[in-house]
């Protein structure tokens, strides 16, 4: 989004509100977040009731956009401020808003990043990049895969395409074709370096392509530098956290994960778009 469209925008609370509302409902035409009615009755404070199931909401009920009691003027101002990686900290200066209620906000647009990613399932295929890398960690000792204290990491990376990353409990063959074989399409042509957990993948439906980092980082087209280059430019953007507790780090990782994958998109009105969007229900 250029900046004349952002502080046209911002200009009144108005104005903020109606462009929220139109990723809400298309068109206008409000439904019931819980039962999906588009029979509906206004009342007189300006909430809704369902006709059908009786509920009574307002426009953002249900939405991600819900969480914190922020003004329309507030989120649109976090969320130009995401988009240009401002911290949490210097977020809370510039608007003059607790660090609390920021740092809330900024999780919820990761949260809602992270449904966004879990709800897609689109295979990836072509030529396919795979490895591990290894985040965090206090102690100093030993790098890569023998690091002790420090958080796995899969990444399958289609060239030319986008890159798909998850934290996993291990890095055993069981676990890295699992995740392979729910996300890439069968055919493909699987480019690895020669850790063994990778051998079966032949055995998968895959052609399986190996590099030795022993001897050369790339053979023609048989590198992973791709995926490579996503490790190095994540463990930058990792450094000005200042450190990430497991518990968060998924979130976080998610983040990179969407600003590598549109990084040529206007990611103001993607994050706009998720917070709009209704919270999954939980089973």
Same mark, same amino acid.
């Given at each position: 989004?250029?900046?004349?469209?952002?502080?046209?925008?911002?200009?009144?609370?108005?104005?903020?509100?109606?462009?929220?509302?139109?990723?809400?409902?298309?068109?206008?035409?409000?439904?019931?977040?819980?039962?999906?009615?588009?029979?509906?009755?206004?009342?007189?404070?300006?909430?809704?009731?369902?006709?059908?199931?009786?509920?009574?909401?307002?426009?953002?009920?249900?939405?991600?956009?819900?969480?914190?009691?922020?003004?329309?003027?507030?989120? %649109?101002?976090?969320?130009?401020?995401?988009? &240009?990686? =401002?911290?949490?900290? #210097?977020?809370?200066?510039?608007? $003059?808003?607790?660090?609390?209620?920021?740092?809330?906000?900024?999780?919820?647009?990761?949260?809602?990043?992270?449904?966004?990613?879990?709800?897609?399932?689109?295979?990836?295929?072509?030529?396919?990049?795979?490895?591990?890398?290894?985040?965090?960690?206090?102690?100093?000792?030993?790098?890569?895969?023998?690091?002790?204290?420090?958080?796995?990491?899969?990444?399958?990376?289609?060239?030319?395409?986008?890159?798909?990353?998850?934290?996993?409990?291990?890095?055993?063959?069981?676990?890295?074709?699992?995740?392979?074989?729910?996300?890439?399409?069968?055919?493909?042509?699987?480019?690895?370096?020669?850790?063994?957990?990778?051998?079966? %993948?032949?055995?998968?439906?895959?052609?399986? &392509?190996? =590099?030795?980092?022993? #001897?050369?980082?790339?053979?023609? $087209?048989?590198?992973?530098?791709?995926?490579?280059?996503?490790?190095?430019?994540?463990?930058?953007?990792?450094?000005?956290?200042?450190?990430?507790?497991?518990?968060?780090?998924?979130?976080?990782?998610?983040?990179?994960?969407?600003?590598?994958?549109?990084?040529?998109?206007?990611?103001?009105?993607?994050?706009?778009?998720?917070?709009?969007?209704?919270?999954?229900?939980?089973?």
């Amino acid at each position: 989004m250029d900046l004349n469209t952002y502080y046209d925008l911002i200009s009144n609370e108005n104005k903020a509100r109606r462009y929220l509302l139109r990723k809400c409902f298309k068109n206008h035409q409000r439904f019931c977040p819980r039962c999906d009615k588009r029979k509906l009755y206004k009342l007189r404070d300006g909430r809704y009731r369902c006709s059908r199931c009786d509920y009574t909401f307002h426009d953002f009920s249900g939405r991600w956009i819900n969480h914190g009691r922020l003004s329309c003027l507030q989120w %649109l101002s976090i969320i130009k401020l995401f988009e &240009l990686e =401002v911290s949490v900290h #210097k977020m809370a200066m510039q608007m $003059k808003m607790s660090y609390k209620a920021v740092y809330g906000a900024v999780n919820t647009i990761r949260m809602s990043i992270l449904s966004h990613a879990e709800d897609a399932d689109m295979l990836l295929g072509g030529e396919i990049e795979l490895d591990e890398a290894y985040f965090g960690g206090k102690r100093k000792g030993n790098r890569g895969r023998g690091a002790a204290g420090k958080v796995p990491v899969f990444g399958i990376l289609e060239r030319n395409g986008i890159v798909h990353v998850n934290v996993v409990p291990n890095v055993t063959a069981e676990t890295l074709l699992g995740l392979t074989v729910k996300k890439v399409r069968r055919g493909s042509v699987v480019y690895t370096d020669k850790f063994r957990s990778y051998d079966s %993948l032949m055995f998968c439906g895959y052609r399986h &392509l190996k =590099v030795d980092h022993g #001897k050369y980082f790339s053979s023609g $087209k048989v590198y992973i530098n791709g995926l490579e280059g996503f490790w190095s430019w994540a463990k930058e953007r990792f450094i000005k956290h200042h450190g990430v507790s497991k518990k968060y780090f998924p979130l976080y990782l998610k983040e990179l994960e969407f600003r590598y994958n549109n990084r040529t998109s206007d990611i103001f009105d993607l994050v706009a778009n998720y917070l709009c969007q209704l919270v999954p229900k939980q089973d």
